[in-house]
Structure formats: structure tokens, C-alpha cells
């Protein structure tokens, strides 16, 4: 069965600093990975996605993830966070490119100036 | 460009009732699909509907039902609603019936609470 876990309810990083979240998978088959950034009383805003190719992925505002086959790891990146980025992450895997999507607890990001 | 969009945003409703959703895609989306999230927790998928079929179903009861029309906008159907369907419904579009390499785009979503 497909799973996604993001081990840190809550992660604190000072503005300026650089920041980590972290997100590991389980999936058959080859993975489909994706972040996603939820703003209170919003939706879901893509972020970036994995789906082939180079391990470093490039995103939206600054952000990037490093896919990590052997460790089934995906985690999110900032050089240099901003009190704006403070936000829920989501993490999410598909089987399939435009299929369902199994989501990961989500991860509150604060970013204190 | 519009993006997705729902309605209502909010609603509210009593124990054994029946509540529908709508949602619109985005400009050149063709499949939409539906998630709960509840308070706290990641969003769980309920069904995806391209060409006017359901494709996908999570694990969801039959009380949950929708549709697709044919201009690509969906509906979610709640039955015999419980206290434990109070809610964050999201919908989401993309493009292709999961063949596409795009990612799915997400509306702000309708908040159910049942009372």
C-alpha cells in the first residue's frame, strides 16, 4: 500500500536561516512525488514535483527537493526561509502521474523574523 | 484564468441529511477529483471522474456519490450525513484522466460542519 510519513509536526526556523522538510515514502513501482503548501481557510498550492529525471527538483518561491531513491525520501528545501513561507506542507506520492494522491500528515512551518 | 473554484464555501448541516458540492476546473482541466480533510489531518481521496465516469475511488462509503457533466464540472453527494463527515471537501483538477505530467490544482474548498 502506498504511504507517505512527514515526521515533524512542526518545524521552527529563523528568518534568513535555511530550512528542511522532510517527507519519506512508500510506494510500488516508481514513485510520483509532490509538495504542496496550504494557507489558513485555503487550498492546496502546488509547489513543485518529482516525477523522472534529476534527483533536485525546482519549484515555486525559492523552494526545491531532493528525491532520494534508496532512502524513499523527498524532502522540501529553502536556502533562506522567509516569515512568509510559514504555512502547512503537505507531502504527497501518486502511483500514477494524474492519479489519486496519498498525503502525508502535513508539517506546520513557522519562521520567526 | 480562473482557477478552480467551489461552492458553497461554507455550509452547515444536522445529522441524516443530504448535502451536494460543486466544483468548476480550471480553464482546460478535464478530470476532477474530491478530497476530505479533516481538522488536523492530510487530505484523503474520495473519487476521481473523467468523461463522465468515476475512474478512481478511495475508501469511502456509497453514501458518498458525484458526477461529472459534460462541460467538466463535478458534483459530490453526502448522504445520511454523520457527525464524522465535518470536513474540508477540496476539489482538484488536471488534465488527461491521469495521463497528463501536470499536477493536480486544488480549489479553496467548501467547509461542512455537521451539527
Known amino acids: 500500500a502506498q504511504s507517505v510519513a512527514q515526521p515533524e509536526d512542526q518545524v521552527n526556523v529563523a528568518e534568513g536561516n535555511p530550512l528542511t522538510v522532510k517527507c519519506t515514502y512508500s510506494?510500488?513501482?516508481?514513485?510520483?512525488l509532490f509538495w504542496y503548501v496550504q494557507y489558513p481557510n485555503r487550498g492546496l498550492q502546488f509547489l513543485l514535483k518529482?516525477?523522472?529525471?534529476?534527483?533536485l527538483v525546482k519549484g515555486s518561491y525559492g523552494f526545491e527537493a531532493e528525491f532520494n531513491k534508496s532512502q524513499t525520501s523527498f524532502h522540501l528545501k529553502k536556502p533562506s526561509a522567509l516569515v512568509s513561507d510559514s504555512a502547512l506542507y503537505f507531502c504527497?506520492?501518486?502511483?500514477?502521474?494524474?492519479?489519486?494522491?496519498?498525503f502525508g500528515q502535513g508539517t506546520e512551518l513557522s519562521v520567526k523574523p | 484564468d480562473a482557477g478552480v473554484t467551489q461552492s458553497p464555501t461554507h455550509l452547515i448541516k444536522t445529522r441524516g441529511q443530504q448535502v451536494t458540492l460543486r466544483c468548476s476546473p480550471k480553464?482546460?482541466?478535464?478530470?476532477v477529483s474530491w478530497y476530505q480533510q479533516a481538522l488536523g489531518q492530510g487530505p484523503q481521496f474520495i473519487f476521481q471522474?473523467?468523461?463522465?465516469?468515476e475512474r478512481q475511488r478511495g475508501n469511502f462509503p456509497d453514501r458518498f456519490s458525484g458526477h461529472q457533466f459534460p462541460n467538466y464540472s463535478s458534483e459530490l453527494n453526502v448522504n445520511a450525513l454523520l457527525l464524522g463527515d465535518s470536513a474540508l471537501y477540496l476539489c482538484?483538477?488536471?488534465w488527461g484522466g491521469g495521463d497528463s505530467n501536470q499536477p493536480q490544482h486544488f480549489g479553496d474548498g467548501t467547509r461542512l460542519s455537521i451539527l
Open positions: 482538484a483538477s488536471s
Open positions: 471522474y473523467y468523461e463522465e465516469e
Open positions: 518529482y516525477i523522472t529525471g534529476d534527483n
Open positions: 504527497a506520492v501518486s502511483q500514477v502521474q494524474g492519479g489519486k494522491l496519498i
Open positions: 510506494v510500488s513501482g516508481n514513485p510520483y
Open positions: 480553464s482546460g482541466h478535464d478530470t
